[in-house]
């Protein structure tokens, strides 16, 4: 297990507990893994529409990066991961894509890597015994609704993470922790952050309909791994109480920092304080903290 | 025995020209309804997407080009993860807002102006850089203080810089160039082929 941290633009802006956490992890467990020195934005959820070529070029160079450190990569992002899977399948065989992208990228890039999501690391390579026995502080009787969102399951012949439609690697991480799982339907369901800024009140819709659908299957708290869905569920949960007129107070944390708390990490370095809707009661009330 | 109905449709150019540029055959589209019936923002859409499958099958360009749906897809992939048979529904909204770019059709959402400034800060910085994407859409866009009411709120939390990182800027704008560069003459090709 040798792999190169792609982190993604926004766990270096946006969701920087997210990088923070995975750091953490990585160094508490010994992994293997750090970051590639070279990365570049994977073309998020607008560059595909714009130029294809440009699109996949963009990930191509991110391969680069690891070819060049000879590491696998170990993506954080579920679209960065969607992409440099993409950019990796358009290297794979000839086409008349392939030919266009290396000659934008400029130079011949082989894709032989193994490109794999932390989570998915975690759950298959480290192993969910291994996890167990390093649980020393156990989230007993917190009840956590995972929500992997779109990105990280589809197109699943290109994923390969999970079942499309009901994923349990979070499920089964957070279970190993000593969590109770809630079932619910909307694991996978587009939380809309792709209009968010630009028509922020269809994605309110949306996001409402996520965290109504957890509340009511008795979730007490969220479990992220995607950080655009972070940002939608947390950020806009105020004003989505304002819209709805209905108080939700979910926290939303991701499922490194949730790991981390499970592994008795001090909560300053799992940056609790950095989410909008505050996480502190209810850890407290379940004498997790 | 041929039957004409109305006026004369080559029904196989269009399809044909979407599969070139999408890698999917719409004409395998059976008219189940089961990506209008999963997907997250069909109440947002004045064609629902298995509608706008039909409609490239009969080689209404027109109509799937100037649709509002092809501007409130949000590529989730729940259409085509579920298709039965295998139509790529997503790839082929993406095919079409490229084609309509293309032909410079009016966008009917503002994503497009998310979109390009998504692609100026790249080329400025190399990664994104968030303060300065949505003060470029605000600007496009005309809503002056779109969001503006969050960045006190995440600066406190740290969670924007007011300064962006620069990557690997000087490959990423040669990597734009070419791509451009490509476009351009691919497009000249097409039109001296015709």
């Not at chain 1, 953490?24 to 070529?53: N, Q, R």
């Not at chain 2, 020209?17 to 209008?36: A, F, M, N, P, S």
């Not at chain 2, 002056?144 to 007011?162: A, C, E, N, Q, T």
Request: net charge positive.
């Amino acid at each position: 297990m040798k792999y190169g941290y792609y982190p993604g633009c926004s766990a270096k802006s946006t969701a920087p507990e997210l990088d923070a956490t995975t750091l953490a992890l990585i160094d508490f467990l010994h992994l293997d893994i750090k970051e590639l020195k070279d990365w570049v934005c994977c073309g998020a959820s607008s560059m595909h529409s714009v130029d294809k070529v440009l699109h996949t070029a963009l990930s191509v160079m991110t391969l680069d990066a690891a070819n060049a450190e000879e590491r696998d990569i170990m993506v954080q992002c579920p679209a960065c991961l969607a992409h440099v899977l993409e950019a990796k399948e358009v290297l794979s065989k000839d086409s008349e894509l392939k030919s266009d992208v290396l000659e934008a990228v400029g130079k011949q890039v082989d894709a032989n890597m193994k490109i794999r999501h932390f989570s998915s690391i975690l759950h298959d390579e480290y192993g969910l015994d291994k996890i167990r026995e390093k649980v020393t502080n156990p989230l007993q009787s917190l009840s956590i609704a995972s929500y992997y969102g779109c990105l990280i399951v589809r197109p699943p012949e290109r994923m390969q993470y999970d079942d499309p439609e009901n994923p349990m690697v979070m499920d089964q991480l957070m279970s190993t922790c000593g969590a109770e799982i809630v079932q619910w339907p909307f694991k996978t369901k587009c939380c809309g952050a792709g209009t968010a800024i630009s028509d922020t009140d269809v994605s309110l819709d949306l996001t409402y309909e996520i965290l109504r659908m957890a509340k009511n299957n008795g979730a007490e708290c969220i479990c992220v791994l995607c950080p655009l869905c972070q940002n939608n569920l947390d950020l806009r949960q105020k004003k989505i109480e304002q819209r709805y007129g209905e108080k939700l107070n979910l926290p939303v944390l991701y499922y490194t920092q949730l790991l981390g708390l499970a592994f008795g990490l001090d909560p300053i370095m799992l940056q609790l304080n950095r989410l909008f809707v505050d996480p502190f009661p209810l850890l407290k009330r379940k004498g997790i903290l | 025995m041929l039957i004409k109905i109305g006026r004369e449709v080559n029904l196989l150019a269009f399809s044909k020209k979407l599969e070139k540029e999408t890698g999917t055959d719409v004409r395998k589209c059976y008219q189940c309804g089961k990506c209008t019936a999963g997907c997250p923002m069909n109440f947002e859409m004045d064609v629902s997407p298995s509608q706008v499958i039909r409609f490239c099958q009969l080689g209404m360009e027109e109509k799937v080009l100037n649709s509002r749906t092809i501007w409130y897809c949000i590529f989730c992939d729940t259409c085509s993860t579920r298709c039965p048979q295998g139509v790529d529904i997503k790839g082929v909204m993406d095919g079409l807002r490229r084609m309509a770019v293309a032909r410079n059709i009016k966008p009917k959402s503002n994503v497009r102006f998310l979109e390009k400034a998504f692609q100026s800060i790249i080329y400025l910085f190399g990664r994104v850089y968030e303060p300065g994407m949505v003060g470029m859409y605000n600007l496009r866009s005309g809503n002056f203080l779109h969001d503006v009411g969050y960045f006190p709120l995440m600066l406190r939390k740290r969670k924007i810089s007011l300064k962006p990182h620069f990557k690997r800027t000087r490959e990423v704008r040669q990597v734009m160039k070419r791509a451009q560069k490509m476009k351009l003459r691919k497009a000249k090709e097409l039109e001296e082929a015709k």
